[in-house]
């Protein structure tokens, strides 16, 4: 195989999301952590990986790609093997069911997510609305509907969209933490997931990191 080099910083789910993947995957790779505030991703060399000046980006050996749940699903349908195969399964139905839930993560949850966390990050404003914690828990909620009669997100086998929506709500625990009473089937996934070999170095460390972030903000829900 070619020589895999991940473009992100610690602070993003998504990247944490395909640190998540390639872990799973056992594959070598390089990270290289981008200066946003720098500049770094605006530099030539990066636009002419992805003009979309995002993260994550990868370089699998030349060939770039950006935007996490297509980086996810190239590397199990390139590299996944025999028992990882099951990560993006090749099944039509049950790789429906992935995609289905990939697709609540990216429009529902990182929306969600987004209306709380931007204002804070980018515009500083410290008052949250009670409205988007509120829908927040809905979140939750669904997530928890998910997971009524399977061990993971999308069957009884781990996949990506486990990887995704854990990048994203080891996050979120910052503003409404996982209720094992209201959501016994969510909060017994995310112990599940904390179990997994490499969860630490792929997302446990990194969103520490972000959350001593968000709370340095001292916001307050109203």
């Not at 981008?34 to 060399?45: A, S, T, V, Y």
């Not at 030349?62 to 996810?72: M, R, V």
């Not at 061990?151 to 209720?179: H, K, P, Q, R, W």
């Not at 904390?194 to 969860?199: C, D, S």
Request: glycine fraction near 6%.
């Amino acid at each position: 195989m070619g020589k895999l080099t991940l473009y992100g910083i610690d602070g993003s789910p998504p990247v944490r999301s395909v640190l998540l993947t390639l872990n799973a995957l056992g594959l070598p790779f390089e990270y290289k952590v981008i200066n946003l505030f720098g500049g770094d991703h605006l530099k030539p060399e990066f636009l002419k990986m992805n003009p979309l000046h995002t993260v994550p980006t990868l370089d699998d050996d030349g060939f770039y790609l950006y935007d996490s749940h297509a980086i996810n699903a190239y590397l199990v349908a390139k590299y996944g093997k025999n028992d990882k195969e099951s990560l993006y399964p090749k099944d039509l139905q049950q790789r429906a069911i992935v995609d289905q839930r990939l697709h609540y993560d990216s429009s529902v949850f990182g929306s969600t997510a987004r209306a709380i966390t931007f204002p804070l990050i980018r515009e500083n404003q410290t008052e949250i609305a009670q409205a988007k914690i509120d829908a927040l828990s809905g979140v939750y909620e669904t997530l928890n509907l998910f997971l009524k009669s399977t061990d993971y997100l999308a069957g009884n086998n781990l996949t990506i969209a486990d990887f995704s929506v854990i990048a994203v709500l080891s996050g979120m625990v910052v503003f409404l933490e996982v209720d094992a009473r209201k959501f016994p089937n969510l909060a017994g996934w995310v112990q599940r997931i904390k179990k997994l070999p490499y969860y630490e170095e792929a997302n446990g460390s990194k969103v520490t990191q972000f959350t001593d972030f968000l709370k340095s903000k001292n916001f307050t829900i109203v």
